[in-house]
């Protein structure tokens, strides 16, 4: 059974910096894809960067490139994501997902197989 547990939201002021953490378990390879998104009050989930299993190659949508960082280490079983620069449109609950592959379509990460409960980020101004 694959599970993803996240780690590391919390509450930082607007320009502050969190790194999330994804423990992964259940796959039976390194080979599985992880995508980060988040939902905000009100609104609907999205996508904000996914890495491929593959290669390593991370996709990052518009609203974070420069300030958000993808990575993943198979050794640890866990990806991370390094959010710098904060803004209070960041704030929003954080969910990391896996599968074997990363599709992206028209800056829009897809919905993913495998989902954590989620890590709540609160930025304030």
């Known amino acids: 059974e694959v599970q993803l547990v996240e780690s590391g939201g919390g509450s930082v002021q607007t320009g502050g910096s969190l790194r999330l953490s994804c423990a992964v378990s259940g796959f039976n390879s390194d080979g599985y894809s992880i995508g980060w998104f988040r939902q905000a009050p009100g609104k609907e989930r999205e996508g904000v960067s996914c890495?491929?299993?593959?290669?390593?190659?991370?996709y990052y949508v518009h609203s974070v490139k420069g300030r958000f960082t993808i990575s993943k280490d198979n050794a640890k079983n866990t990806a991370y994501l390094q959010m710098n620069n904060l803004k209070p449109e960041d704030t929003a609950v954080y969910y990391c997902a896996a599968q074997w592959s990363c599709t992206v379509v028209q800056d829009t990460i897809w919905p993913m197989d495998y989902w954590g409960k989620g890590t709540l980020v609160t930025v304030s101004s």
């Open positions: 890495i491929s299993g593959t290669d390593n190659s991370p």
